[in-house]
């Protein structure tokens, strides 16, 4: 099937200069072109934009995505590359989601801390001094 880049855009929540910045970048190999010059995707330029952005999100810069995609074009020589430059990736989103969860810890507290102070009508009752605690251990452990 065939889509128009505004297609593309709607269905993946990418801007059209994002789009049209992949493409100039040399992320969107196989995107064909209309006589008239204009971008024609296909499913596979979608499974491509998916990579993208699934490597964008673990912290991958354009230009090694870019070296990602060139070793899949050169094909099974360049397979431990791969697998290696997706260890790090797992590496680097397991680090995330480790610092995205104490975020989260310390955000549950915080909730906690703030629904029972609303409930009470203030922040100064003596039981709520008790979850100002995780905050400062939160504080320490990551300093």
Request: include cysteine.
């Amino acid at each position: 099937m065939e889509y128009a880049i505004s297609e593309v855009a709607e269905k993946l929540g990418i801007s059209i200069s994002t789009l049209r910045y992949y493409d100039k970048q040399g992320l969107l190999p196989l995107v064909k072109r209309t006589e008239g010059n204009i971008r024609i995707f296909s499913d596979v330029d979608f499974e491509f934009l998916s990579m993208i952005e699934c490597l964008k999100i673990s912290g991958m810069k354009l230009k090694d995505i870019r070296k990602y995609f060139y070793w899949c074009h050169l094909g099974d020589d360049t397979i431990k590359k791969r697998y290696d430059m997706f260890l790090e990736r797992k590496k680097e989103a397991e680090k995330q989601l480790a610092e995205l969860n104490k975020s989260l810890e310390l955000i549950n507290y915080k909730c906690e801390f703030y629904r029972l102070a609303n409930e009470a009508g203030t922040t100064k009752l003596p039981e709520l001094k008790d979850l100002c605690k995780p905050a400062a251990m939160y504080i320490k452990k990551n300093q």
